[in-house]
């Protein structure tokens, strides 16, 4: 009976080791990319696509190659593994997650928020004067 509860409680201990360590691993902070050209660590950094600078995909490594501006005006060369991401072009931002190696910031995924189409032209303060005028 003793050998029943010992099994069960090496299996429960071995379930929050394996939960701790995949906790671990998909905890990736956001940094700037100053932050990310001096740590050695997988980081996401956030920023938006400087579309003056050249971007291109290269089919010969399968890799995408654009520049992003971070929230402190640090400019990032970014080398995605893989196609451009749907939606790049009309991105409002974009999350590179990766780490920075040999001069550029070897991303592994790329996220890409887009304009919500709820979203007011005009901007927040027109859509709630319109709200409220439609109930006057």
């Given at each position: 009976?003793?050998?029943?509860y ?11 080791v ?8 998909n ?7 100053k932050?990310a050209?001096?740590?050695h660590r997988?980081?996401?950094?956030k920023?938006?696509?400087v579309?003056?600078m050249?971007t291109?995909?290269d ?7 654009f520049?992003?501006?971070d ?20 991105a409002?931002?974009?999350?590179a ?32 004067q ?7």
């Amino acid at each position: 009976m003793k050998a029943k509860y010992i099994v069960a409680g090496v299996v429960v201990v071995a379930f929050v080791v394996f939960g701790a360590i995949s906790f671990m691993q998909n905890n990736i902070a956001y940094v700037s990319a100053k932050t990310a050209e001096q740590t050695h660590r997988t980081v996401q950094v956030k920023g938006s696509w400087v579309k003056d600078m050249k971007t291109y995909y290269d089919p010969n490594t399968n890799t995408f190659h654009f520049y992003m501006m971070d929230d402190e005006k640090t400019i990032l060369p970014v080398v995605l593994a893989g196609a451009k991401p749907n939606n790049f072009e009309i991105a409002n931002d974009v999350v590179a997650k990766g780490r920075y190696e040999n001069g550029v910031f070897q991303a592994s995924e790329v996220l890409t928020k887009c304009p919500s189409k709820y979203q007011s032209k005009t901007g927040p303060q027109a859509s709630a004067q319109e709200a409220s005028s439609s109930y006057n």
